[in-house]
């Protein structure tokens, strides 16, 4: 039974925005303060199906899949690095880098690190953006073994 006591691994869900900024300050807070481990795993949204992504329209050149994947490698790498900067002093962190599906992925790595909470922030969407893009957020939490803490969008609730 997970309680308080024994959160020993934290998970937190990382992209390069605001909610994820926010969603990490919660996580190194409660890890600091429980005395917990901390994975940060960024998920690379897999490119679309055609070897080459371009807006003809727009007259923009080709790129290939594999170009679109080095760039999302490195902007993980980025943030990774910029986050354990900001927070590698007060916790242990570990990185994760997956490709797949978000929600997925996630699972996947919470269970691989025998995650006692995930953490992750939400974009707040509703309505039709909602319905579109869906809710990872919502999805670990409906699927997940452990604890799901979702931290709002702090531009949402003013």
Known sequence: ?????????????????????????????????????????????IPVASPYSADPLLNESPAMIPELMHIQ??????????????????????????????QDEILSAAA??????????????????HFISGSVSESVARKAKCPVLIIPNPEKSK
Request: hydrophobic share 40%; net charge negative; proline share 2%.
């Open 1 to 45: 039974m997970i309680s308080p006591e024994n959160i020993n691994t934290i998970l937190i869900a990382v992209e390069d925005s605001p909610y994820s900024d926010q969603a990490v300050n919660y996580g190194v807070i409660l890890a600091k303060n429980l005395g917990s481990v901390i994975t940060l795993v960024h998920v690379d949204e």
């Open 73 to 102: 490698e490195e902007a993980s790498k980025n943030l990774f690095k910029r986050l354990i900067e900001q927070h590698g002093n007060s916790v242990k962190i570990s990185t994760d880098t997956r490709i797949g599906r978000a």
């Open 112 to 129: 691989e690190c025998k995650a006692d909470l995930i953490i992750l922030g939400t974009h707040g969407r509703t309505g039709f953006d």
